[in-house]
């Protein structure tokens, strides 16, 4: 099922946080609605749930125009942050709450109830209640309950932000394997990036009710639009140099780079040099010295004060003889710099 929002508006009194918010996510596209914390990803999941009325626009399932429609009458299906669960009913009651408020036969809400729990990987847990699943767990039940009334579109805020980074990581994977598996249109908000670019198709980056760049998780990192999109995502984030564009790129007061090919401007700009574009297997070309290095496990983090100004962050692997305070001459990979304006505008 296709969603598409034309010119949506979203004002709280005197003040509009969404102006004319255009957004399609395609027929069994999981899109992200990514951004910092006030940009408006929530108050549009809201708006698409029916929680919050429009003040502006109109909101398409398909061809049918749900503007006006109930919140109880949208096919959607929401999964909140804090999994909103029935604290009384076991895991089975709550799945099947929906098809009971229906007023479904029980023997249909049962072998339902039973294929969304085996779908989910909880067949054996529904005879419990909240208080005794793990949060994982909590969130299965929920997706599962979100998805039994088979929503035209599944909605998730923010579901992974009471995991810890393990489970995360599980819950990532298993919640884009049963989107993938049913089919479902789905949206996805955020703050997390890294959510954002390994469970999604598509992602749509906001800040201050805008949607600053639209596309997939592999362009946006590669060519972001501006300063912002380039420092949103990414982990480890990446570092920006003040420079001064000339016949070669001056980096401080003495270092400079190659000037990368189709850059045309002239005077101060701003570079982005992500972490796995710098680093001894790029050459030589930059002076510094070391003042910080995080182990990573199989790879470790370094910070490199450089001559005359600014730090640059490499990954380089476990083992590198590299320590605190050691002066090291290294390379940029010329391909991969990334030139903004002072004002952050993308060159």
């Not at 009384?88 to 479904?104: C, D, S, W, Y």
């Not at 703050?191 to 639209?214: F, P, T, Y």
């Not at 790129?249 to 982005?272: H, K, M, N, T």
């Amino acid at each position: 099922m296709e969603l598409r929002l034309e010119k949506f508006t979203k004002a709280f009194g005197p003040v509009t946080v969404i102006q004319d918010m255009d957004l399609t996510v395609g027929s069994g596209e999981m899109m992200a609605l990514l951004g910092p914390s006030g940009c408006g990803k929530s108050t549009t999941l809201f708006a698409i749930c029916g929680i919050h009325k429009m003040t502006g626009g109109r909101l398409y399932f398909g061809d049918r125009d749900v503007t006006s429609v109930p919140a109880q009458q949208r096919s959607v299906g929401v999964v909140f942050q804090n999994y909103a669960l029935y604290p009384h009913m076991t895991a089975e009651q709550n799945i099947g709450f929906p098809l009971k408020v229906m007023r479904q036969p029980k023997a249909e809400i049962a072998k339902e109830v039973q294929r969304l729990a085996d779908l989910v990987q909880i067949g054996d847990l529904l005879d419990r209640r909240p208080a005794q699943l793990s949060g994982g767990q909590q969130q299965r039940v929920a997706l599962a309950r979100a998805m039994i009334r088979k929503p035209d579109v599944l909605l998730l805020d923010e579901p992974l932000a009471n995991l810890d980074a393990k489970l995360r990581l599980e819950m990532r994977a298993e919640i884009r394997r049963i989107q993938r598996e049913t089919g479902i249109t789905a949206i996805l908000v955020t703050h997390d990036q890294v959510e954002a670019m390994s469970m999604c198709d598509r992602i749509a980056l906001m800040r201050d009710g805008k949607i600053v760049q639209l596309d997939t998780p592999e362009r946006m990192y590669a060519d972001p639009a501006s300063q912002f999109v380039a420092g949103f995502l990414g982990n480890p984030p990446i570092s920006f140099l003040p420079a001064r564009a000339g016949e070669q790129l001056a980096i401080g007061q003495s270092q400079v780079l190659p000037r990368p090919a189709g850059l045309e401007v002239q005077g101060d700009i701003v570079l982005g040099i992500r972490p796995e574009h710098f680093g001894p297997q790029h050459g030589q070309g930059l002076h510094g010295e070391v003042i910080f290095v995080e182990p990573q496990g199989r790879e470790e983090l370094v910070d490199v004060q450089l001559d005359g100004g600014g730090i640059l962050r490499a990954i380089l692997p476990t083992g590198d003889p590299v320590k605190l305070g050691d002066r090291v001459n290294w390379g940029v990979s010329g391909g991969n710099i990334l030139a903004f304006s002072t004002e952050g505008v993308r060159l």
